[in-house]
């Protein structure tokens, strides 16, 4: 037991230590200053985290992750850019993927443009159109973009890059300088787009009503249908039928509606008051089977013979007001 303990108290730090380093890149931790292992188990090198292993992340630790900006600015450094400034660095860094108006390359998102489309049955939802704050502008190239080399721009490049952006949505002007002073100045045309979900939780009582018999159902890949010894109304399974309506415009109104070839109209009791002498039963077989210029199910033999009764019910429903 005690072994198995210390495995883990093993596994556990080093994997602390492992995403804590990664943390740590390009801060001053040098390779000097890095714990061993052995030296991280020690209980006197840091206190012991919350569940008494592992250790507290230093605050340097902490700041290698915190990178987000929040909309009200918090987090966002020092360091400026103008949308001029950004022109060329976009065009080699990101017009590749996204074009060089924004415009997007291929299936690559689009960073421009799409204004007002947005309750449209197609919207365009870009940076100008569907971004609320252009905060998460300058975090997402920040933290994600270009999209091979993430994290590799400087802050002033960020703030170049993410102006000529905003400059491409024509939101500020090409020598517009942005900073962390104004940036949240900047209005989003879909900043009130978005709202705090504020529809109730529900918490209807549960349905207990018709339940199977405990340890009647089970999950199963067994073909179980072709077992006949059983009950087969245990096994069936219920095929909705199609409405008559569903499967008479689908299969049937292409002749029937405008007469087609003769095809007698629904409605029209000129056309059917001799073929009703022959009975409902006997046309049905004649559709299932054809009949004159009319193929076996009206040429739709996907549909069940079922679902053809239901669109001669439909069709007879009609002819006989
Ligand atoms: C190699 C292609 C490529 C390059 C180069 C590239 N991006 Fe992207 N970009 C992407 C892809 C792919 C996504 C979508 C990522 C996702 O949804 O996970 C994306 C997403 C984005 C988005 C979010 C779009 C949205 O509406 O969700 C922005 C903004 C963006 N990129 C900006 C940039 C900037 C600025 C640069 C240059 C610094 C850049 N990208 C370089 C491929 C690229
Ligand atoms: C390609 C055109 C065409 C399609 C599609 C078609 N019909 Fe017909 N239908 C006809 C024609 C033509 C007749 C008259 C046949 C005759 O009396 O020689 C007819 C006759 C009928 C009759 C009268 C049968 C009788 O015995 O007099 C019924 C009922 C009928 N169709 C139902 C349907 C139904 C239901 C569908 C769809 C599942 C369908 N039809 C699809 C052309 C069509």
Redesign the pocket.
Known sequence: MSRLLSTARISCTAMIFAVASYGCVGDDQTDESRATVAELNSPDIRPAGHYGYGLDASPEEIAGWDIDIRPDGVGLPEGSGTAEGGEM??EN??A???GSFGEGVGR????SGGEGSLTEARPE???GS??PYAST?WD??HR?????EPES?NDDEVYA?TAY?LYLNDLVDYDFELTRHNLTGIEMPNRDGFYVDDRPDVNNELCMQNCKELGSVRITSEPEAAESDSDPADKAVVVPTLAGETVYQQACALCHAAGLADAPVPGNNEDWSERLTLGRNVMLENVLSGKGAMPPQGGLARFSDADVAAAVDFMLSQSRN
Do not use: E, R
């Open positions: 660095l976009y860094q990101c590749s993927c996204h690559y998102p689009v960073l939802k870009t940076v569907f971004w502008l997402y190239i994600a973009m270009p999209y091979t721009l890059i952006v």
